[in-house]
């Protein structure tokens, strides 16, 4: 067996390192794209799932402001809405607060959109909180 010279040995060990040259650019140009959707799927849930906390607590602040005793079903909406305004402002967009109230309940519904990081992507959020009408009730007279 020749002995090798050693320009020749190198050669040979260098020509098996880029022997699979380029294999990791292919696997980088299909996995990379895969990772990122993935993640931006992972961040859109998370949207989802904050602007529909956001919503529901938007609701409940207004049902709050709504069910006073003297209350009205605007004052409900215009503070669900202030409340939309004040924590989310972009993240919730294109909001839509209704409020009913008769003598026994009061109802607050928020619609929104939710901010999207998926190209073509059209997420909303619809939550509602509901309860009574306070009353007032004069004390009884006996004891």
């Known amino acids: 067996m020749?002995?090798?010279?050693?320009?020749?040995?190198?050669?040979?060990r260098v020509s098996r390192r880029r022997a699979d040259g380029g294999y990791s650019t292919v696997e980088a140009v299909i996995t990379l794209p895969v990772i990122i959707i993935m993640t931006m799927l992972v961040v859109q849930f998370a949207l989802l799932w904050h602007g529909r906390?956001?919503?529901?607590?938007?609701?409940?602040?207004?049902?709050r402001a709504g069910r006073g005793h003297q209350s009205s079903?605007?004052?409900?909406?215009?503070?669900?809405d202030k409340y939309l305004q004040a924590?989310?402002?972009r993240m919730l967009t294109r909001t839509q607060v209704t409020a009913s109230r008769n003598t026994e309940t009061v109802t607050v519904r928020?619609?929104?959109h939710v901010l999207s990081?998926?190209?073509?992507?059209?997420f909303n959020v619809d939550?509602?909180?509901?309860?009574?009408?306070?009353?007032?009730?004069?004390?009884?007279?006996?004891?």
């Open 53 to 63: 906390h956001i919503a529901h607590a938007a609701a409940e602040e207004g049902l």
């Open 73 to 80: 079903a605007g004052a409900g909406e215009r503070q669900a």
């Open 87 to 89: 924590l989310a402002p």
């Open 110 to 112: 928020v619609q929104a």
């Open 127 to 143: 939550e509602s909180a509901s309860g009574p009408v306070e009353r007032f009730v004069a004390p009884s007279g006996g004891g």
């Open 2 to 12: 020749p002995e090798l010279s050693a320009p020749a040995g190198r050669r040979r």
């Open 117 to 122: 990081v998926i190209p073509f992507g059209s």
